[in-house]
């Protein structure tokens, strides 16, 4: 098994399927592959009998078209983060999108009726939008480049807003749950909080994909009002457990 990106080398996936085969004393290995070119290292994958392979940056797109079948996630989302082979075919899954949605419905309950707002407009985005939806959410788009939350929001039949004070009333109606899927917060723009202008009253709950730092200023300004929060990490590693079984077939073992 292994990691498809470019650049790649920083991943955390090996540390968390490695650790896991180890935990199992599976006779198996992850390894990151920096490649150019996905349809190259599909030939590689296949002589290797790989059962499956992670697919980051920049290739969640371009690897679509090589596949033999696709998930309806992979199709809905337009992006594809888990390759497995099954009977000799290339299947092409999302677990982005069950990595957000589980820590989420595991710490705050059912989203089914809740009222959310959706920082971001890009391909993280879309995935939390996609689980958001799937759980019977009201989403609200909320967008710096209000076209691109147009174009999202149509594909999901949500709201949408750009992100500006002028929209303070449309927010705060869509505020039960808060979440901040673009890179703002993360380096090197940490010190800004892309929802500095909404006034928290400690009832909304706040969740930021990002996992480094593990409080962001859109976090912290929640902790500071009193708000429940929640960050990245558990995404990462639940994203990753899914991979695990799928790749597997066993769960990963969590507890010791
Ligand atoms: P990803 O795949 O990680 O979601 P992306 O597709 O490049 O990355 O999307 C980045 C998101 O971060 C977008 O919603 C972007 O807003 P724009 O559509 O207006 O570009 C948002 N973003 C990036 N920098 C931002 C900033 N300084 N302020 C507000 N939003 C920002």
């Known amino acids: 098994m292994g990691i498809i990106g470019n650049p790649v080398m920083h991943t955390k996936s090996p540390v968390i399927h490695n650790g896991g085969y180890k935990k199992l004393g599976l006779d198996a290995v992850y390894v990151p592959f920096e490649t150019d070119d996905p349809a190259t290292f599909l030939e590689l994958a296949a002589l290797l ?96 480049t209000v076209e691109k939350a147009k174009d999202l929001a149509i594909q999901f039949d949500t709201e949408y807003v750009g992100l500006s004070k002028e929209n303070l009333n449309k927010i705060t109606e869509y505020s039960d749950v808060i979440v901040q899927t673009t890179n703002v917060g993360m380096h090197p723009l940490e010190d800004i909080n892309p929802l500095e202008f909404f006034p928290l009253t400690g009832k909304e709950y706040l969740y930021d994909i990002i996992y480094t730092p593990e409080v962001t200023c859109f976090l912290k300004a929640g902790v500071d009002k009193g708000c429940k929060t929640l960050n990245g990490w558990p995404m990462l590693l639940e994203q990753g457990y899914r991979q695990f079984k799928l790749f597997t077939g066993m769960d990963f073992p969590v507890e010791d």
């Open 49 to 144: 009998d790989m059962k499956g392979f992670s697919v980051t940056v920049p290739f969640k797109n371009d690897i679509i078209p090589l596949m033999d079948g696709l998930t309806e996630s992979v199709r809905s989302i337009g992006a594809c983060n888990t390759v497995t082979r099954i009977d000799g075919k290339w299947i092409g899954e999302n677990s982005d999108y069950t990595g957000f949605i589980k820590p989420l419905i595991n710490d705050f309950g059912s989203l089914e009726g809740k009222n959310v707002t959706l920082i971001g407009a890009g391909g993280a985005a879309k995935a939390c939008l996609y689980a958001l939806k799937e759980e019977g959410a009201n989403v609200l788009v909320v967008n710096r």
